[in-house]
């Protein structure tokens, strides 16, 4: 409206405080649930209420069918017969809200209400927290398996990922260490939290934004030099595409991942692409990439036929060469197929060696992760320490092992910051608190506990190569572990819940009045 009125270019650079205040936020859903249980710890069924705040409007690009997002994505790790969930949303005056903030829409709230729910009934039946889970849990053998709320889990192998983080955090060992800590005033918890999620948004039977299909594309050129230019429709955020999209190109024609240019976001050239969320990049944008560097080694095998002189069939493939059956020495490289295209082609082909491939994948993927903390509560502060993490992700096959193990990194530093020092609400004359970072504030080297990473790796079956998604796991997993520890110290104490963040004051407060915490940290303004 400005540079209407002006008749000129009009910038305007938002500060901190704008951001905070009037850009989507996330979160803002309350839920309340029953669970049907037997004796022996198995669910026989689950019934959520979920209300969510969207504020004025939606603030980012929802798929069309699902307008709380994947809430209903909540036990799919779990083999429950039945569930049902009832759903309300409101438009409020808020600023625009419903932002998956680093998950797949609404997938952490469903993921973090699922697991203290699940903590809550093992505490019940006065069930070993890790037992319950295993009881329950969907066993290898039965996937492909069927959600009660309708989902198709692929693959996973989740006592095993939860065997390897119970024997890395000694869980065998904890009664003698709680014991131990408690002779020096101190409490301790430990908190398990497992999850499976939907990433990979998504085929286009079930998956669209205002009618537009989710599905990627990629193009790819190998020049005559044999050198190759890669596009895609997604766009990296800091998390490597860059690296990953060339090692799948590598992997798949053996071209030096040095000899890969990505090129990625342009809109003057890039190919069709629905975006960068929702763990999607590897599962769809990733799979499109996969899948056009084959459609470019078919047009290869061809030209190396001609240049060998024998028929397609006769032809076989090792990284980087085919090669004559029979005849490892007689062969030709991708950069010679690269340079015939251009200069010595069979009669009939069409010169170049390039091609563009659209992937709608067949349904979502499903990583799973196992996260336990180990904390440590001073009773005479309400701080809480955390001792020890371990985190066990199942993300099907990893492309580049260093990135997936900073995405975990960095969204299990997100989650400790939900679970122990974020918030966001407004005091009783409606100004915002939490909007600025003296309010809201971000985890540094010096707050952030160390991590200890281990992996599963069950590859996706219909993936092209195997993967799964790993951008979100550990923020959609991670703040139920961080939380459950501290109820777990705080059990014997008669207090069964502390609603996030769990801050020294609120835990105190829970601890001198043994009663549960619940809504925003109170703010209150002075007389």
């Known amino acids: 409206m400005a540079s209407i009125l002006t008749e000129k270019p009009v910038k305007w650079i938002e500060d901190k405080t704008g951001n905070l205040t009037s850009t989507g936020f996330g979160r803002d859903v309350y839920l309340k649930g029953e669970m049907a249980l037997r004796k022996d710890g198995k669910i026989l069924g689950v019934r959520m209420n979920t209300i969510s705040d969207h504020g004025a409007f939606f603030a980012d690009a929802q798929p069309s069918k699902f307008k709380i997002g994947l809430m209903h994505s909540a036990f799919a790790a779990y083999d429950i017969p039945t569930a049902h969930m009832f759903a309300t949303g409101y438009y409020t005056n808020k600023a625009p809200g419903g932002v998956a903030y680093r998950c797949s829409f609404r997938v952490t709230e469903a993921m973090f209400f699922q697991e203290r729910m699940v903590q809550a009934a093992a505490d019940d039946l006065k069930m070993d927290q890790a037992e319950f889970r295993r009881v329950n849990f969907v066993k290898d053998e039965q996937h492909p398996h069927r959600t009660a709320f309708g989902f198709l889990t692929d693959s ?53 934004i205002l009618g537009i299909k989710m599905f990627d594309s990629a193009e790819l050129r190998i020049h005559m030099s044999g050198k190759a230019i890669l596009r895609t429709g997604s766009r990296g955020q800091g998390t490597g595409h860059e690296t990953t999209w060339a090692q799948i190109v590598a992997h798949e024609l053996g071209i030096p991942a040095d000899d890969i240019l990505v090129e990625e976001g342009d809109t003057d050239t890039a190919p069709f692409g629905m975006g960068t969320y929702a763990s999607r990049s590897t599962p769809v944008a990733g799979a499109a990439i996969a899948m056009v560097a084959r459609k470019v080694r078919a047009k290869a095998r061809k030209l190396a036929a001609h240049l060998l002189e024998v028929s397609e069939e006769d032809i076989e493939w090792e990284l980087g060469r085919f090669y004559v059956r029979g005849n490892q020495e007689r062969g030709v490289t991708i950069q010679d197929c690269a340079m015939a295209a251009y200069s010595n082609m069979p ?10 491939a659209y992937y709608d994948p067949p349904n979502l993927t499903w990583p799973f992760a196992c996260y336990i903390a180990k904390i440590e509560i001073d009773p005479e502060t309400g701080v809480w320490d955390v001792l020890q993490f371990v985190a066990v992700d199942d993300c099907g096959v990893r492309i580049n092992p260093m990135i997936v193990e900073g995405q975990i990194m960095g969204g299990l530093t997100e989650a400790y910051a939900m679970a122990n020092m974020q918030y966001q609400t407004y005091d009783e004359e409606g100004n915002i608190i939490g909007g600025n970072y003296m309010d809201f504030l971000l985890p540094t080297a010096w707050e952030t506990p160390g991590f200890e990473l281990y992996e599963v790796v069950t590859p996706c079956p219909h993936h092209p190569i195997g993967a799964k998604g790993v951008g979100e796991c550990a923020t959609v997993g991670g703040p139920a572990a961080f939380v459950n520890a501290v109820m777990d110290a705080l059990k014997d104490k008669g207090v069964r819940n502390i609603d996030m963040p769990l801050m020294p004051n609120r835990v105190y407060e829970a601890l001198t009045t043994g009663k549960d915490i619940y809504g925003m940290p109170p703010v209150r303004l002075g007389s």
Do not use: H, W
């Open 156 to 208: 996973g192998q989740y006592e095993k990922c939860l065997d390897i983080g119970l024997e890395a955090i000694g869980y065998k060992n904890f009664a003698a260490e709680k014991a131990e800590a408690a002779k020096r005033g101190r409490l301790l918890g430990i908190g398990i939290s497992t999850m499976t999620e939907p990433l990979g948004a998504g085929n286009s039977r079930e998956y669209d």
């Open 347 to 356: 009669d009939g082909m069409e010169p170049g060696l390039e091609n563009v």
